[in-house]
Structure formats: C-alpha cells, structure tokens
Nanobody, 115 residues
Framework: QVQLVESGGGSVQPGGSLRLSCAASGTIFNIYVMGWYRQAPGTQRELVATFTRSGATNYADSVKGRFTISRDNAKNTVYLQMNGLKPEDTAVYYC?????????WGQGTQVTVSS
C-alpha cells in the first residue's frame, strides 16, 4: 500500500503564492507518474502538473509560467510552487502517484484564492 500526505494549502489573495507538498510512503516502486491534479466544485478533476518516469514535466496550459513542480526523490516527495494565484485556481488539490502496483490519491488540500 501507498500513502500520500499533502500539505500546504490555504487561503491567499489574488497574486499571492502557496507551496504544496506531497510525501509518499509505503511500497513504492516503478513510479510512472507523480504530480498534482485539482478539482473545483461542479467540475471534473484536471491535471495541474506532473512528473513522468523519465523526469519530464507536464503542465496544464492555465498554470504554465506561474506554477512549478519539483521533487525530492530521496524523500519520495513532490512540491508545487504556485505563484501569481488567481481566483480560478481555487480548488481542492490532489496528489497522484501511478506506479506498477496501481494508482493512489492523496486526501486533497484546499486552495482558496479570494480578495
């Protein structure tokens, strides 16, 4: 089993910054994808930013230039630095890990951007 623990969400004003963290523990091997998705009320969960197995990154067009995904392989942790936050970034942010043993999701962390 794999556990994903997210942290770093909160409330900020437009233009502000937040940094999310996701620490993975348990039986981890052959990670294919690890990264961040989000879901706003009444919408489908969507990709925000991910790492592939090769280390390549993939970003949603709406966050390019504002968000940066990074990782610490030794700690099995991924981060999402979010700058220039907009009200439309308001959502629950979920960490996802896809590996040979299956797909795992974190519990989600709320990000609210409002003046």
């Amino acid at each position: 089993q794999v556990q994903l623990v997210e942290s770093g969400g909160g409330s900020v004003q437009p233009g502000g910054s937040l940094r999310l963290s996701c620490a993975a523990s348990g039986t981890i091997f052959n990670i294919y994808v690890m990264g961040w998705y989000r879901q706003a009320p009444g919408t489908q969960r969507e990709l925000v930013a991910t790492f592939t197995r090769s280390g390549a990154t993939n970003y949603a067009d709406s966050v390019k230039g504002r968000f940066t995904i990074s990782r610490d392989n030794a700690k099995n942790t991924v981060y999402l630095q979010m700058n220039g936050l907009k009200p439309e970034d308001t959502a629950v942010y979920y960490c996802k890990l896809l590996q040979s043993g299956g797909t795992y999701w974190g519990q989600g962390t709320q990000v609210t951007v409002s003046s």
